[in-house]
């Protein structure tokens, strides 16, 4: 989506992506394993994500908008966060310790509206440790391409300056 590689473009420091599509990863199947264990029984790619969130800096959601939400790929994958919740709500763990700065970014071709695809967006930044800075959305992209909504690119480019400033304020100090 060019909305985020624009994004992507001017942002400082290592960027990790990790899609939706392209992982295999199978959704939460309920099987409550994580709610006596420390670990999801489930091996597959979401266990590299498990293990890399506190790493990070910034969440960045990207989705296309189907049906006036988040896509399904993305949400099956996200319902594998509910492991993070578990650790929290049923053995008092906090596996997510690092707060972060977030971003999102929708593009749909449609008419809908993006009120519940930003509510599970703000549900998944909440249970991650995430204060969403900003959104950009770039909607009825039939009729005008997201690589030509200019609004939508200047507000990544935005977003993505204001990502660096709390990436800045917050890495070490170096000598170099």
Not at 68 to 96: D, V
Request: one cysteine or more.
């Amino acid at each position: 989506m060019k909305i985020f590689k624009t994004l992507r473009k001017h942002l400082i420091g290592e960027v990790t992506l990790f899609s939706a599509y392209d992982q295999l990863i199978s959704p939460c199947n309920d099987c409550r394993h994580c709610w006596q264990q420390t670990e999801c029984p489930m091996a597959d790619q979401m266990q590299t994500l498990y293990s890399k969130i506190n790493e990070y800096d910034n969440v960045i959601i990207v989705s296309t908008l189907y049906f006036s939400e988040l896509s399904g790929p993305l949400l099956s994958m996200c319902s594998r966060f509910q492991y993070f919740w578990t650790a929290r709500q049923f053995r008092n763990i906090e596996l997510i310790t690092k707060h972060k700065k977030g971003v999102l970014i929708i593009a749909g071709a449609g008419d809908g509206d993006t009120i519940s695809a930003e509510r599970s967006a703000d549900i998944l930044f909440h249970h991650l440790k995430t204060d969403c800075i900003g959104k950009v959305f770039s909607l009825k992209t039939a009729v005008t391409p997201a690589s030509k909504d200019w609004r939508a690119l200047a507000q990544a480019k935005e977003l993505a300056e204001n990502l660096n400033d709390h990436y800045l304020a917050t890495a070490p100090l170096t000598d170099d």
